[in-house]
């Protein structure tokens, strides 16, 4: 029944009930009106719980140079609605949500708070079928297309900035060199450093070359009091 939705979700539940669940808006929990048919609404409660956790513990350990506001604001750009809805819509979940008849004759499928809250609770329903490690490989694939676009759009840009000091002694040479890089394709790990007239002056990690490069050049410019 789940199969094309599971293949979306990259997850496969042991309990299909589950699932079943989190997609269950109120207003259809509210027309059926049994004891079996429950709203999303309490998986959605958890959902939010998980990930925050996943969401911080991420970005704590790939993100080794940003201080703690800019954790801060970068979390709660992820888990805001905004950020929610738009992962809903890349798994396709709208078309799988059980909605009441007037929900769904006025966009409820569309509706960006629905949808938001129905990814939380298949977060939760992932959680509850498979645990902790489930939730975060699922959380960490939308954690490393979000973190990754907004480090290019959102964050200081580290390596300008270190360019743009070098650049002012001419004949110095600036180059990232890639030190190493590890794990499984839905979770790579990559070290950077970034050397001057082929000293080190500074090395990152991310989960992506351009965020690690980012990172080196933001140590680079600790060292120089920048």
């Known amino acids: 029944m789940f199969e094309k939705l599971e293949k979306n979700l990259g ?16 207003s259809f929990a509210n027309e059926v009106k049994t004891r079996h048919c429950d709203s999303n609404e309490r998986l959605e409660f958890l959902g939010d719980a998980v990930l ?15 201080p703690e506001g800019e954790l801060t604001r970068l979390r709660a750009s992820m888990v805001c609605e905004r950020s929610l809805q738009g992962f ?35 977060i939760a329903a992932i959680y509850i079928d498979g645990g902790l490690p489930a939730a975060k490989q699922f959380v960490t694939r939308f ?22 000091i070098v650049q002012k002694n001419h004949g ?42 980012q990172m080196a050049a933001c140590e680079a410019l600790s060292l120089m009091g920048q």
């Open 88 to 122: 809903s819509r890349t798994v396709g979940l709208g078309g799988w949500l059980r909605l009441g008849r007037g929900e769904e004759n006025t966009g409820g499928r569309e509706r960006s708070s629905i949808l938001a809250d129905a990814f939380e609770a298949v």
């Open 11 to 26: 997850y496969t539940f042991q309990d299909k009930s589950l699932l079943e669940n989190a997609l269950t808006h109120s």
């Open 143 to 164: 954690a490393d297309q979000f973190f990754s676009a907004h480090l290019e759009s959102g964050m200081r840009d580290y390596k300008t900035e270190l360019q743009e």
């Open 172 to 213: 110095e040479k600036l180059e990232y060199v890639l030190a190493e890089e590890s794990g499984p394709d839905h979770d790579k790990k990559f070290v950077v450093e970034v050397h001057l007239n082929n000293n080190r002056i500074g090395v990152g990690r991310g989960g992506s070359k351009k965020e690690a490069e």
């Open 52 to 66: 925050g956790i996943i969401s911080a513990e991420y970005l704590y350990f790939h993100h080794t140079h940003v």
